[in-house]
T-cell receptor
Framework: AQSVTQLGSHVSVSEGALVLLRCNYS??????LFWYVQYPNQGLQLLLK??????LVKGINGFEAEFKKSETSFHLTKPSAHMSDAAEYFC???????????FGEGTQLTVNP | GAVVSQHPSRVICKSGTSVKIECRSL??????MFWYRQFPKKSLMLMAT?????????EQGVEKDKFLINHASLTLSTLTVTSAHPEDSSFYIC?????????????FGPGTRLTVT
C-alpha cells in the first residue's frame, strides 16, 4: 500500500540551527509531494510542493525540500531555525487524480532559545 | 487566492443534538472538497470526499448516516454531525481542490473544534 512515513514525531533544535524533517514514501510510482505546517488550533498551510521538474523545491519562510527518487524521500530543511518555526509539520503525497492526499503522522518541531 | 473558510471555528453542543459545519471556498470554485478529522497530537484522517452535485464518498469505517456531507455548490460543502456524542468531539478540517488544477493541491480551512458535552 502507498504510504508516507515521517521519521521522528518530535524534533528539537536550537534557534539558528539547521532544521531537518524527514519524509519517505513507499511506492514504485513517484507521487506529487507536499509539506504543510500547522499551528495550534489552525488548519494546514502549504509550505512547498513537488510536482515535476526541478527536484529541489523552495517554499515559504525559508524552507526547501529535495525530492530524491532513488531514496523515495522528500526531506524538509531550513538553514537557520527561528522561534516562529515551532509547529507541527506534515508531509503528504498524492498518487491519484482528484487530489486525494496521504499524510504522514506529523513531526512536532520545537525551537529552543 | 485559494482561501477556504470554515464556520463555526468552535462549537459546543449537547449529546444527542446535531451540529452543522460549513466549508466555503471564498475566491475559487472547488470541484472537490474533503473532510478530515484530527485527534489531539495526531495526523489528519480523511473522512470523505465530495464532488459538487454528487454523493460523497466515505472512507472505510466512517458512518455516512452519522456524518452527513452535502456539496450543494462549487463553493460550499457542509458536514453535519448527527446525534452527536462525546466521542465525536474532535477538530474537523475541510479542504478544497481547485477546478482543473493539475498540481493536485488542496487548500485547507482553519478547522472547527467540536466539543460534545
Amino acid at each position: 500500500a502507498q504510504s508516507v512515513t515521517q521519521l521522528g514525531s518530535h524534533v528539537s533544535v536550537s534557534e539558528g540551527a539547521l532544521v531537518l524533517l524527514r519524509c519517505n514514501y513507499s511506492s514504485s510510482v513517484p507521487p506529487y509531494l507536499f509539506w504543510y505546517v500547522q499551528y495550534p488550533n489552525q488548519g494546514l498551510q502549504l509550505l512547498l510542493k513537488y510536482t515535476t521538474g526541478a527536484t529541489l523545491v523552495k517554499g515559504i519562510n525559508g524552507f526547501e525540500a529535495e525530492f530524491k527518487k532513488s531514496e523515495t524521500s522528500f526531506h524538509l530543511t531550513k538553514p537557520s531555525a527561528h522561534m516562529s518555526d515551532a509547529a507541527e509539520y506534515f508531509c503528504a503525497a498524492s498518487w491519484t487524480s482528484g487530489s486525494r492526499l496521504t499524510f504522514g503522522e506529523g513531526t512536532q518541531l520545537t525551537v529552543n532559545p | 487566492g485559494a482561501v477556504v473558510s470554515q464556520h463555526p471555528s468552535r462549537v459546543i453542543c449537547k449529546s444527542g443534538t446535531s451540529v452543522k459545519i460549513e466549508c466555503r471556498s471564498l475566491d475559487f470554485q472547488a470541484t472537490t472538497m474533503f473532510w478530515y478529522r484530527q485527534f489531539p497530537k495526531k495526523s489528519l484522517m480523511l473522512m470523505a470526499t465530495s464532488n459538487e452535485g454528487s454523493k460523497a464518498t466515505y472512507e472505510q469505517g466512517v458512518e455516512k448516516d452519522k456524518f452527513l456531507i452535502n456539496h450543494a455548490s462549487l463553493t460550499l460543502s457542509t458536514l453535519t454531525v448527527t446525534s452527536a456524542h462525546p466521542e465525536d468531539s474532535s477538530f474537523y478540517i475541510c479542504s478544497a481542490s481547485r477546478e482543473r488544477e493539475a498540481a493536485y493541491e488542496q487548500y485547507f480551512g482553519p478547522g472547527t473544534r467540536l466539543t460534545v458535552t
